[in-house]
Structures are given as C-alpha cells and as structure tokens.
C-alpha cells in the first residue's frame, strides 16, 4: 500500500469509477458572504480605498481555499484504488460496505480504530468502509466519502475479483 505524500501516477483513462469530491454550492455562498461581511467589518474604520483591502485579500484567499478542499479525486482503476494521492491495490481488499450518514457517523465516532486511513469531507453523507486483508500493514480499514457509496463499493469488489481470478495457463 503506497500511504500519502509518496510519489503516485495519476488514474488512467481505463478507470472504473471516478468521483471528484467538490464542495456544494451553498457552501461556497455561505462561506463568501461570512467572508464578505468579515471583511466588511474589518474595514468599517478605514476611510477611503483601504475599505476595499480585506475583501481584496480576504475573497480570494477564500476562494483559494475552497478550491483546494474540492480537490479530491477518487477513482478505481484496473489493479488500484486511487484516493488523492492515496492508492491502495484491489488485491488486498477483503471487503467493501457502504455505508449511509448514520452508518459514517457510527463508523467515525468513539469505536473508530486509531490505525485506519481516512479521507472525510463533512458535506458528503455517504461512505465506504474498505476492509484490507494485508498482514505486512498495520492499517486495518480504509474510510473514503463519497456521494456514491454502492456504485463505490460494486466497482471497488469487481476490480478485486478480477485481481483474484486464476491467471490461464497457456
């Protein structure tokens, strides 16, 4: 298993499954206007074009900032699964759950293993709970969002069939 900040390819065109994690819409209007009226009130003293500072530095780091949260990519590829810059190949997969909000809150909450990966976005319900069947790493689950918890886990089975069947002997 390859665990982030270590070099990683790109999924490939021959991917199974892809989702981009994007923020929501309403959250980029509710955090611009609560950045907005921040900078608002930072400036309500400034006389003249200093009134205009916060919001000239203020918008765009927010932007900045939304923007790198929606970064995230997840994708099952033919031999791996991709989860940022996260991968983890389909032979060592034991099992997949989806899980709904309830079953991420129960799965994240005071029973969750210190060991396990993973990757959470609050403004996304659903989750798969990847069981790993490695004895050489310690990490015993992997826990992904995603907006697409069965089509997630159907894809992430598939590709481990497939790494699992019997190569022909020719």
């Known amino acids: 298993m390859v665990h982030p900040g270590m070099a990683s390819k790109p999924p490939t065109a021959e991917a199974r499954y892809t989702e981009r994690l994007t923020c929501p819409w309403w959250a980029w209007l509710a955090v611009l206007a609560l950045v907005a009226v921040l900078a608002l009130e930072i400036s309500l003293g400034a006389p003249g074009p200093r009134t205009w500072v916060p919001l000239a530095i203020l918008v765009p780091l927010t932007v900045a900032g939304l923007t790198w949260l929606g ?18 190949p389909l032979n060592v997969i034991a099992d997949v759950i989806p899980l709904d909000a309830e079953g991420k809150r129960l799965i994240l909450g005071a029973g969750a293993d210190p060991l396990a990966f993973i990757i959470q976005r609050p403004w996304i319900g659903g989750t798969v709970q990847i069981m790993l069947d490695d004895p050489t790493d310690p990490t015993p689950y992997w826990v992904i969002s995603t907006r697409r918890p069965e089509k997630l886990a159907e894809a992430l089975l598939a590709g481990r069939k497939l790494q699992r069947l019997p190569v022909a002997q020719a």
Request: aromatic residues 6%; proline residues 0%; hydrophobic residues 45%.
């Open 71 to 88: 970064r995230l990519r997840i994708a099952v590829t033919e031999t791996e699964f991709h989860a940022d810059d996260a991968r983890l």
